[in-house]
């Protein structure tokens, strides 16, 4: 039984090695706690289903089911955990869609070691706010600007929430937002949670995908 607080995790890829180099990474730090592992995505949606861990480490290119696949099979569950796309590649399509569809983010799997660990735990306390550069980088390049007019919610933001929502849609952080825009980080993230409120997103990589599919960044 995991101790109090502790952050469980499942990772799912086809490679062995890769995993047991993850395992050792994870397992080594107090907070986090390694609960199943998956070679695949159909093997996946039963270890998470019984192991129902917090967080969702998944490969996106598999034998027998892509990540992809079961990502969505996995968010359609209620009380889903949340879910960070593993890839190769900087700037991948595939990435694009599963946060589009409700991934929580991506990491390459040559991240660092510590910006994965803080990935996690990043992704457990709610936020979304994964290589936020590497993010706005990707839809950038696989979302081209919409020529229609903004949605109807969009102009229910203020003046000023719509100053933070084109800060948010580049990558700022709400420390970066606070220091530029003369605020505190308390008034930011108030801010951030009304536009998110107001535009019906979950989070705030939704907010760069919206960002990016309306021309608003």
């Known amino acids: 039984m995991s101790a109090a607080g502790t952050i469980r995790v499942v990772l799912v890829d086809d490679q062995a090695l890769f995993r047991a180099g993850i395992r050792m990474l994870v397992g080594s730090q ?45 968010l359609r569950d209620p009380d889903p955990p949340r879910i960070v796309m593993l890839t190769t590649f ?5 990435a694009a869609r599963a946060i589009r569809e409700g991934a929580s983010g991506f990491l390459l799997k040559d991240a660092e070691p510590e910006f994965l660990l803080a990935a996690i735990r990043t992704v457990h ?13 990707l839809f950038a390049h696989f979302s081209a600007p919409a020529q229609s ?13 719509r100053e933070i929502f084109a ?27 009304r536009i998110l409120t107001k535009l019906g997103l979950r989070d705030r990589v939704q907010l760069v995908v919206f960002a990016y599919e309306h021309g608003l960044a």
């Open 30 to 74: 107090p907070d986090l706690e390694i609960v199943g592992e998956a070679s695949d995505g159909r093997e996946a949606l039963s270890v998470v289903r019984a192991s129902r861990p917090d967080v969702v480490l998944m490969d996106i290119r598999m034998p027998v089911m892509d990540g992809l696949t079961a990502t969505a099979e996995l």
């Open 90 to 94: 900087d700037l991948d399509e595939a």
């Open 125 to 137: 306390s709610g936020s979304a706010v994964i290589a936020a550069s590497a993010t706005r980088d």
């Open 149 to 161: 007019a903004p949605p109807r919610e969009y102009a229910d933001l203020t003046e000023r929430e």
């Open 167 to 193: 800060l948010a849609a580049r990558g700022l952080s709400n420390a970066e937002i606070a220091a530029r825009e003369f605020l505190s980080e308390a008034t930011v993230k108030t801010h951030i949670s």
